[in-house]
């Protein structure tokens, strides 16, 4: 089983649908949770951390369940600019190593 | 602030030669970097861990002859592909790590460099 895993995708959506991911990871113990994004060709950037109360930026909302070991990702109305490969990132608990899921490419159509 | 660069940031090399690739953090002191490697339509998967001073720290599966780090100083570290073979071509990506940083789990991107080995 890997330590993170997510939808392989790619997701199709049209413009202004909500989309959401899901995660979910190995290690019980793990403490930071984040949600990345990578555009083709480019290096990966933090979209949000998610933190066990759930948070919200704007039209994202990041949401983490303990118990299920399980992370989400909801966007609402979504844009063409939305498009990209979203990657679910888990930290150890000893040395904050950054885990990385596949990532779900998520491609938006007008 | 936090700003992480590479350089270069595309490279070709004909098989069997060398290529390094540096990575700098502009703004601040990095106690720890790490190098990533991409292949297509895969996620990023750590090589190594470099530490200022220190002997690199390599991941299962990656050959630390073939792929030199060194970290001489709080803003610079390097990976050496030796020896590069097609099978090395992959996009590259260091991070780094804020010395003093009250999040260590928070990691700056480069902008990755992608190599083609011929």
């Known amino acids: 089983r890997k330590e993170v895993e997510q939808d392989p995708g790619p997701f199709n959506v049209p413009e202004g649908a909500t989309v959401a991911f899901n995660c979910t990871y190995s290690?019980?113990?793990?403490?930071?949770f984040f949600w990345y994004r990578q555009d083709c060709r480019k290096e990966p950037k933090l979209l949000m951390s998610?933190?066990?109360?759930?948070n919200e930026d704007g039209r994202f909302t990041a949401q983490l369940n303990r118990a299920s070991q399980y992370i989400s990702l909801l966007i609402r109305d979504s844009k063409l600019s939305d498009s990209a490969t979203y990657l679910c990132?888990?930290?150890?608990?000893?040395?904050?190593?950054?885990?990385w899921g596949a990532g779900t490419k998520l491609i938006i159509k007008p | 602030g936090a700003v992480v660069s590479q350089h270069p940031s595309w490279v070709i090399c004909k098989s069997g030669t060398s290529v390094k690739i540096e990575c700098r953090s502009l703004?601040?002191?990095?106690?720890?970097m790490f190098w990533y490697r991409q292949f297509p339509k895969q996620s990023l998967m750590l090589m190594a861990t470099?530490?200022?001073?220190?002997?690199?720290?390599?991941e299962q599966g990656v050959e630390k002859d073939k792929f030199l780090i060194n970290h001489a100083s709080l803003t610079l570290s390097t990976l050496t592909v030796t020896s590069a073979h097609p099978e090395d071509s992959s996009f590259y990506i260091c991070?780094?790590?804020?010395?003093?940083?009250?999040?260590?789990?928070?990691?700056?991107f480069g902008p990755g460099t992608r190599l083609t080995v011929l």
């Open positions: 991070s780094a790590r804020e010395l003093g940083s009250g999040r260590p789990d928070t990691q700056y």
């Open positions: 703004d601040f002191q990095a106690t720890t």
């Open positions: 470099s530490n200022e001073g220190s002997k690199a720290t390599y």
């Open positions: 290690n019980s113990a793990s403490q930071s």
């Open positions: 998610v933190y066990s109360s759930g």
């Open positions: 990132v888990v930290a150890s608990d000893s040395n904050y190593q950054l885990i």
